[in-house]
């Protein structure tokens, strides 16, 4: 059904259900390929954004690519990291976590910097705001948290368990 439904302007949505599946089917390294294509891809639409945001005020929002949310981004390590896991390949299986905890940092320096420019006043609550931004990150940071200490990563274990406290 994945692969019948692939269309041009939604590739990345397919290439993240693809990993998805595969992972579902325990196909590990296919699932991780897949994913690795929409990291690519989602990157390269990031660039192209700006573009096809112009051609859509003469046209349709249809012209537009999918662009996944940042939330949606940053299940990407997560199951990667778990394909790792099962593949019992730890050090790769750490490195998405910091993949996972770096695109959470990303996300959050990104939503705190656009409340301070709608409200400069908004800059001196960046801390309180930073908090309650991870707040719907629990999962990943306990996630984050158990691949670390299980890749012997103790301090950033105990970093990504005092995060997902927080949360």
């Keep these: 059904t994945v692969e019948k439904n692939r269309k041009g302007h939604d590739l990345l949505l397919y290439w993240l259900e693809r990993g998805l ?83 959470l940092r990303q996300w959050t320096e990104q939503d705190l910097g656009a409340l301070g420019e709608l409200d400069p006043g908004r800059q001196q609550e960046k801390a309180a705001d930073d908090d309650l931004l991870l707040r719907n990150n629990a999962f990943l940071h306990y996630v984050s948290g158990l691949i670390y200490e299980w890749g012997g990563e103790l301090n950033d274990a105990f970093i990504a368990y005092r995060k997902d406290r927080k949360s």
């Design 21 to 103: 599946v595969l992972h579902y089917a325990d196909r590990w390294r296919e699932s991780n390929d897949a994913f690795e294509q929409a990291e690519q891809l989602a990157a390269d639409l990031y660039t192209k954004s700006i573009s096809q945001g112009l051609v859509s005020l003469f046209t349709n929002d249809t012209s537009i690519d999918y662009r996944a949310d940042p939330f949606e981004l940053a299940m990407v390590p997560y199951y990667r990291a778990l394909n790792y896991a099962y593949l019992g390949e730890r050090d790769e299986a750490v490195v998405e976590a910091r993949k996972a905890s770096l695109t």
